[in-house]
């Protein structure tokens, strides 16, 4: 069973770059597309964007230019970094693995299963 | 982007009462070429991350009980709850697959009255 949990600073500073790490168990991430969504504070959910198999990332725009998706194959980890922060970027941030689909067109990412528990990521100085 | 509507925002049901979320997409959300549609549905309890419930609109996950069904086509989508039990306290969101930037619906709160 694939479970994620995510890692890094509960505090960041305004202008300074937030960084997390989400660690997978259980299966390799040579597969599947590897995300983060966060969820500010009684709001709901947004996708940020992932890591794919395939090695390219993909970003939602709203955070593309501050945005950078990786990953670690050797560590089975993938990261994400976001740049400089302001408040409204306090949120939980959650991992999440995206199943992929092949049609007859091509292959995408569809729902999202598992989530890792999340962590909060506080904007402040 | 595809703009995800749920109503309503919260609802106190009493227990075995029959609980209807409903999800609106602001474009359709079905695929003609496989005739899916590219829709699901999660439970987030207090203090856990949100869990898959349904996916391709009316496909229960493995494991969830059969008093939760889900139904609807395009735009209109809609997550019922048969008969509320205590451990169903918790938001419900809607997602789309159809186009990136994958989006959400807002969240309805589903409370025990």
């Known amino acids: 069973q694939v479970h994620l949990q995510e890692s890094g600073p509960g505090l960041v500073k305004p202008s300074e770059t937030l960084s997390l790490i989400c660690t997978v168990s259980g299966g390799s991430i040579s597969s599947y597309y590897w995300n983060w969504i966060r969820q500010p504070p009684g709001k709901g959910l947004e996708w940020i964007g992932y890591f794919s198999h395939s090695g390219n990332s993909t970003y939602n725009a709203f955070l593309k230019s501050r945005v950078t998706i990786s990953a670690d194959m050797s560590k089975n980890q993938f990261s994400l970094r976001l740049r400089s922060v302001t408040t409204a970027d306090t949120a939980v941030y959650y991992c999440?693995?995206?199943?992929?689909?092949?049609?007859?067109?091509?292959?995408?990412?569809?729902?999202?299963?598992?989530w890792g528990q999340g962590t909060l990521v506080t904007v402040s100085s | 982007d595809f703009v995800m509507t749920q109503s309503p925002d919260s609802m106190a049901v009493s227990p075995g009462e029959r609980a209807a979320i409903n999800c609106k997409s602001s474009q359709s959300v079905l695929n003609s070429s496989n005739n899916k549609n590219y829709l699901a549905w999660y439970q987030q309890k207090p203090g856990q991350p949100p869990k898959l419930l349904v996916y391709w609109a009316s496909t229960p996950e493995s494991g969830v009980p059969d008093r939760f069904s889900a139904s609807g086509s395009g735009t209109d989508f809609t997550l019922t709850i048969s008969s509320l039990q205590a451990e169903d306290v918790a938001v419900y969101f809607c997602q789309q697959y159809f186009s990136s930037p994958w989006t959400f619906g807002q969240g309805t709160k589903v409370e025990i009255k």
């Open positions: 999440a693995r995206g199943y992929r689909y092949c049609g007859r067109i091509g292959c995408n990412m569809v729902w999202f299963d598992p």
